[in-house]
């Protein structure tokens, strides 16, 4: 069973979300286990105050390293072992689908979730082995990055989904954007679904998938397009394609 465990000051947060739809699914079959660690648990003071000011002046509050080492290790001595733990922070490298497959191989992992201004230094540096940020902006609190990586990474875990091969046609995972879908009824507002796939040629309408993938990453994501390795079936759909749009 694969096993995340997320140190967190709102555990309330973690079970909301990633306790439904296909990832509690997923719980409850056994799966996976997603486990929130609520750091005020380990205060050593009456009021479960985890943060303080923070030296050499400056706004907001920093949590302290004491009660985050001991939720730390509280989840080494469980599973008698150090998991490999990750730091939600805009300091680190951005996750992309690539390191979600690297960590979906990972059978345990612990995500610290921070907060206000941030996480004594000093406690980073002894239990965190790497540091992820979900994008270029600033959170409120580490949480929804945390819950980022973890439906990411989970989704890739062997019978998590429905259809295992799924995910491998999606947007990003295949290195292009993903075709168009289209479902019933056949007219909306006046427009129709695509005739090729109401044809029931499969291979035609493998084809047209792959030309509208071509075609969406080189109109909204030319990086992507320049980064994929492209056959020269592909380079012909993508500039058939063009031609009948201009």
């Given at each position: 069973?694969?096993?995340?465990?997320?140190?967190t000051?709102?555990?309330?947060?973690?079970?909301?979300?990633?306790?439904?739809s296909?990832?509690?699914?997923?719980?409850?079959?056994?799966?996976?286990?997603?486990?929130?660690?609520?750091?005020?648990?380990?205060?050593?003071?009456?009021?479960?105050?985890?943060?303080?000011?923070?030296?050499?002046?400056?706004?907001?509050?920093?949590?302290?390293?004491?009660?985050?080492?001991?939720?730390?290790?509280?989840?080494?001595?469980?599973?008698?072992?150090?998991?490999?733990?990750?730091?939600?922070?805009?300091?680190?490298?951005?996750?992309?689908?690539?390191?979600?497959?690297?960590?979906?191989?990972?059978?345990?992992?612990?995500?610290?979730?921070?907060?206000?201004?941030?996480?004594?230094q000093?406690?980073?540096?002894?239990?965190?082995?790497?540091?992820?940020?979900?994008?270029?902006?600033?959170?409120?609190?580490?949480?929804?990055?945390?819950?980022?990586?973890?439906?990411?990474?989970?989704?890739?875990?062997?019978?998590?989904?429905?259809?295992?091969?799924?995910?491998?046609?999606?947007?990003?995972?295949?290195?292009l954007?993903?075709?168009?879908?289209?479902?019933?009824?056949?007219?909306?507002?006046?427009?129709?679904?695509?005739?090729?796939?109401?044809?029931?040629?499969?291979a035609?309408?493998d084809?047209?998938?792959?030309?509208?993938s071509?075609?969406?990453?080189?109109?909204?994501?030319?990086?992507?397009?320049?980064?994929?390795?492209?056959?020269?079936?592909?380079?012909?759909?993508?500039?058939?394609?063009?031609?009948?749009?201009?």
């Amino acid at each position: 069973m694969k096993t995340y465990d997320i140190l967190t000051l709102f555990p309330d947060m973690i079970h909301a979300v990633l306790g439904t739809s296909i990832i509690g699914r997923a719980q409850n079959a056994g799966i996976l286990q997603v486990n929130a660690i609520n750091i005020r648990d380990f205060a050593e003071n009456k009021q479960n105050r985890v943060d303080d000011y923070p030296y050499g002046g400056g706004c907001g509050m920093v949590l302290q390293p004491g009660p985050v080492f001991r939720a730390h290790e509280e989840v080494c001595r469980r599973c008698g072992s150090r998991p490999h733990t990750i730091y939600l922070s805009p300091k680190g490298k951005v996750f992309t689908h690539a390191r979600a497959l690297e960590l979906a191989q990972m059978d345990h992992i612990v995500l610290l979730a921070g907060h206000y201004e941030g996480v004594d230094q000093r406690v980073l540096d002894e239990i965190v082995d790497e540091e992820i940020s979900v994008g270029d902006f600033v959170l409120t609190g580490g949480e929804l990055g945390a819950m980022i990586v973890v439906d990411a990474v989970a989704r890739l875990v062997d019978g998590v989904l429905a259809e295992p091969e799924s995910w491998q046609q999606e947007s990003i995972a295949g290195g292009l954007l993903e075709y168009p879908q289209y479902t019933r009824p056949e007219e909306f507002h006046g427009q129709r679904v695509p005739e090729v796939l109401l044809s029931g040629h499969h291979a035609r309408i493998d084809q047209w998938r792959r030309q509208q993938s071509l075609l969406l990453t080189a109109k909204l994501r030319p990086d992507l397009l320049e980064k994929a390795e492209l056959s020269k079936q592909d380079r012909k759909l993508l500039s058939q394609g063009q031609e009948e749009c201009l």
